[in-house]
């Protein structure tokens, strides 16, 4: 999964907020509204042909934004109430943030946060999906990691993300097609996990975690078996137990050689087989059995099924 692949999926799920305008004022708007106050300037006289598509999931929004023609964006009030993860499709930028200075292009991400000034120098080809976090969701996550308050400074310069982070976007895109209304519920809910681990991925861990008693994986598993259809934020599962999201993953390698994580995936695939096993076909469908599950991606869960148990979902639910 990449970044090209996550902003073609949007395209057909998405609010078209814009397609090809080139009424500056109404594009200033329209990004102002989807993404953050800005001032937009046109270099060289050129002409807007700008496309801008969104998909609001809870604390989070992902956007495809193409301007069509070299601009400057520089903000427009001194401090912002959202973090802003650019992860380039094509074409290249120039963006600075404080002192910092990057050169943004497919593979090479950058993270644009709320506190110091930015400018963003763009040219005519330059096609970037667009994270955007809510400012005081990651703060309340950050703090939640790890276990103080204060700003969530992150270089400008970011590594290509881990191919979980992509597959989670994916599942926000997927969200639409699970039905009316595209479950806001669900939508919150994976928003704040993806808040979370992308948080996980870049903010450094503790030295050294002090390990979870038995009692307290206890309670994590029995809370995560209580929320298995639900996006489960990890340090949600940290805080029931009275600990840190650290520990947790430590007692889970100590007592089951797994993480987390895992363990509760296994769970998910686990239950899906028994729901698939006794479903009727004609009434049970894979695509329910998924998401009563907490499988949100079709070809995700397929393949995390095939892997664990050999077989496809299909081929388990037409055995009956």
């Not at 895109?173 to 704040?192: A, H, I, N």
């Not at 979370?196 to 979870?212: D, H, I, K, N, R």
Request: one cysteine or more; a neutral charge.
């Amino acid at each position: 999964m990449t970044a090209a692949q996550v902003a073609a999926g949007l395209s057909g799920v998405s609010q078209h907020v814009l397609a090809a305008s080139g009424d500056p004022d109404k594009v200033r708007d329209a990004c102002t509204e989807a993404l953050r106050p800005h001032r937009l300037v046109l270099q060289r006289q050129a002409r807007l042909a700008t496309r801008l598509e969104h998909l609001p999931a809870g604390p989070i929004s992902l956007n495809r934004l193409r301007y069509g023609a070299e601009v400057t964006v520089a903000p427009a009030v001194p401090e912002e109430d959202n973090f802003l993860v650019i992860f380039p499709v094509a074409g290249k930028a120039r963006f600075t943030y404080g002192r910092d200075v990057a050169d943004v292009s497919p593979g090479h991400p950058a993270i644009v946060g709320p506190y110091r000034e930015f400018r963003f120098d763009i040219d005519s080809a330059f096609d970037q999906l667009i994270l955007r976090m809510d400012r005081r969701w990651v703060e309340s996550t950050a703090r939640r990691i790890r276990g103080a308050s204060g700003p969530v400074d992150i270089a400008l310069s970011l590594p290509e993300p881990p191919p979980f982070l992509y597959r989670l976007l994916d599942s926000v895109v997927s969200l639409p097609t699970l039905g009316p209304g595209g479950r806001p519920e669900v939508g919150q809910q994976l928003g704040e996990l993806v808040i979370e681990s992308f948080l996980l991925a870049q903010l450094p861990g503790e030295p050294e975690p002090a390990l979870v008693p038995s009692v307290q994986v206890r309670r994590a598993m029995e809370y995560l078996l209580d929320h298995l259809a639900e996006p489960v934020a990890m340090t949600d599962v940290a805080a029931h137990c009275g600990t840190s999201l650290r520990s947790v993953q430590a007692g889970f390698r100590r007592d089951l050689d797994v993480t987390p994580g895992r363990w509760l995936r296994d769970q998910r695939l686990d239950r899906a087989h028994r729901l698939l096993s006794a479903g009727e076909p004609g009434q049970t469908t894979v695509t329910e059995v998924a998401a009563e599950c907490g499988f949100f991606h079709l070809g995700e869960f397929a393949a995390h099924f095939r892997t664990r148990f050999g077989v496809t979902p299909s081929s388990v639910l037409g055995a009956r």
